[in-house]
Nanobody, 123 residues
Framework: QVQLVESGGGLVQPGGSLRLSCAPS????????MGWYRQAPGKERELVAA???????NYADSVKDRFTISRDNAKNTVYLQMNSLKPEDTAVYYC?????????????????WGQGTLVTVSS
């Protein structure tokens, strides 16, 4: 079964930076789309940044010009560089991807979520 493994979360002071990583483990054919979401305490999960079709990117207004999503296609790994962090960025950050798997003669696309990594921005 395919899993997404996130890393890079932690405690950082306001104005600091962190870099999150997400890589798949297990057997799969390809990954169509990858992105980052977050969920703050008492709030709904929201999109942070994602690659769109055609290799474009989409960012939440609250993180534009501070966060950058990137990927290493050879490793099927996606990164989220977070700069100028604010206390309101505190949340559990989740990696999300559409993973293509082949089961016998069938091709299936499965949406997979990572386990989440906690980012805390506090002085």
């Amino acid at each position: 079964q395919v899993q997404l493994v996130e890393s890079g979360g932690g405690l950082v002071q306001p104005g600091g930076s962190l870099r999150l990583s997400c890589a798949p483990s297990g057997s799969f054919f390809s990954i169509n789309r990858m992105g980052w979401y977050r969920q703050a305490p008492g709030k709904e999960r929201e999109l942070v940044a994602a690659f769109t079709s055609g290799a474009g990117t989409n960012y939440a207004d609250s993180v534009k010009d501070r966060f950058t999503i990137s990927r290493d296609n050879a490793k099927n790994t996606v990164y989220l560089q977070m700069n100028s962090l604010k206390p309101e960025d505190t949340a559990v950050y989740y990696c999300n991807a559409d993973v293509v798997v082949i089961i016998g003669a069938l091709v299936r696309v499965r949406e997979v979520w990572g386990q989440g990594t906690l980012v805390t921005v506090s002085s």
